[in-house]
């Protein structure tokens, strides 16, 4: 079995700073195999502090989908974690080039103690964590390089598509892998900026042309808070039958679940 805990949901500065949403990143789990993907500010704590606790001593991988900081804050104090001080030679570090090079944010003495460290590159992949298989998307247009993630494991698919400027390519690239559920960071809900984000109509863009089983927003900045999430994914739900979810902080998705109860 499969499922998906939600440590964090906010997104965007001000959501992050005031910890309005937690910023933990995902905690998977595919069968045995424990993942934890984008340790943004608080991952441990929230990862301890769950009932019961995800414990980064059993992680198999932490996976970075870039090296912002809501979304690596942690990743050098998860490493520690998962290799019991640095004295356990054990567990593998996935990131983009330059979150572990030049300017990056996993410190090189922590680079130093997993059992295996990959850099990610674009349209890669099957990265191979135990019997799960990992596939990078193409590059998205964000300020550092920024990767979405599919993970395959006994028959489904989970794609994670992180922060990132909508553009068609995204549709085809993600859609090719067919996922059950789709995971998207929706910060914006209106473009009153013009940034590297996707905005509340881009998610339905990308829902409509990628057509997983089942969607699931999260990542949220202050206006889509505002708007109430859980509306938004309803609307969504209904105008394109396609079962939407919006996380929240704890929130924990059954893949196999979920998949089974929208059909083939
Ligand atoms: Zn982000
Ligand atoms: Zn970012």
Redesign the pocket.
Same mark, same amino acid.
């Given at each position: 079995m499969s499922s998906i805990l939600f440590l964090g949901t906010g997104?965007a500065r001000f959501v992050v700073a005031r910890q309005i949403r937690a910023s933990g990143g995902m905690w998977m789990r595919y069968g045995e195999t424990q993942l934890h993907v984008d340790p943004g500010p608080g991952a441990l704590v929230r990862a301890l502090a769950h009932v019961p606790p995800c414990v980064p001593g059993k992680l198999d991988a932490i996976l970075l989908? #870039?090296?912002?900081l809501?979304?690596s804050n942690d990743v050098n104090i998860m490493i520690e974690a998962m290799t019991h001080g640095g004295f356990h030679h054990r567990g593998a570090l996935f990131a983009p080039r330059d979150a572990l090079e030049g300017e990056g944010v996993v410190f090189p003495y922590a680079q130093r103690f997993p059992e295996r460290v990959e850099a990610l590159e674009p349209k890669a992949g099957p990265y191979r964590i135990n019997d799960v298989e990992v596939y990078t998307s193409l590059a998205h247009v #964000?300020?550092?390089q920024?990767y979405g993630l599919h993970f395959k494991y006994a028959g489904h698919t989970v794609s994670y598509l992180?922060?990132?400027r909508y553009f068609d390519g995204l549709i085809e690239d993600y859609g090719a892998h067919r996922p059950d559920v789709l995971i998207l960071n929706v910060l914006r809900f209106r473009d009153a900026l013009d940034v590297?984000?996707l905005t509340l109509d881009d998610a339905k863009a990308l829902i409509e042309g990628i057509h997983p089983k089942v969607a699931v927003l999260s990542h949220f900045g202050t206006k889509m808070l505002e708007q109430s999430p859980a509306r938004l994914a309803r609307e969504i739900e209904d105008a394109y039958g396609i079962r939407t979810i919006a996380a929240y902080d704890y929130y924990r998705l059954e893949v196999e679940n979920e998949a089974a109860a929208v059909g083939a």
């Open positions: 997104g989908s #870039h090296k912002h809501d979304h #964000h300020a550092c920024t992180p922060c990132g590297d984000h």
